[in-house]
């Protein structure tokens, strides 16, 4: 079992940046890839970025190439999501989520955190 909780969200203006952390509790964090999605009001949930379990592999949405950079921290079982160069359509709720395979469709994703609110003003 693994508890996520994210953190980090808040108002930003456009341009600016903002870094999200996802802490998880558990042993068994290290061994599960984790994901960054995130939902606009009345929108369907987006695949954002997934790193795999040792970090050795990251992928991401086109929507954030060259803007958003996800990475972990295994020994604080904390993954992380730095974003840059935000825009208004970044904002959302943003939600980690952890699980065995690493992948971008939300479905296998085994655990997931309540999310963060990322607001970005024009």
């Known amino acids: 079992q693994v508890q996520l909780v994210e953190s980090g969200g808040g108002l930003v203006q456009a341009g600016g940046s903002l870094r999200l952390s996802c802490a998880a509790s558990?042993?068994?964090?290290?061994?599960?890839?984790v994901g960054w999605f995130r939902q606009a009001p009345g929108k369907e949930r987006e695949f954002v970025m997934a790193?795999?379990?040792?970090?050795?592999?990251?992928t991401y949405a086109d929507s954030v190439k060259g803007r958003f950079a996800i990475s972990r921290d295994n020994a604080k079982n904390t993954a992380y999501l730095q974003m840059n160069s935000l825009k208004p359509e970044d904002t959302a709720a943003y939600y980690c989520?952890?699980?065995?395979?690493?992948?971008?469709?939300?479905?296998?994703?085994?655990?997931w955190g309540h999310g963060t609110q990322v607001t970005v003003s024009s």
């Open positions: 790193i795999s379990w040792n970090g050795g592999s990251t």
């Open positions: 989520a952890a699980g065995t395979y690493y992948a971008t469709n939300p479905r296998q994703y085994d655990y």
């Open positions: 558990g042993r068994t964090f290290s061994t599960y890839s």
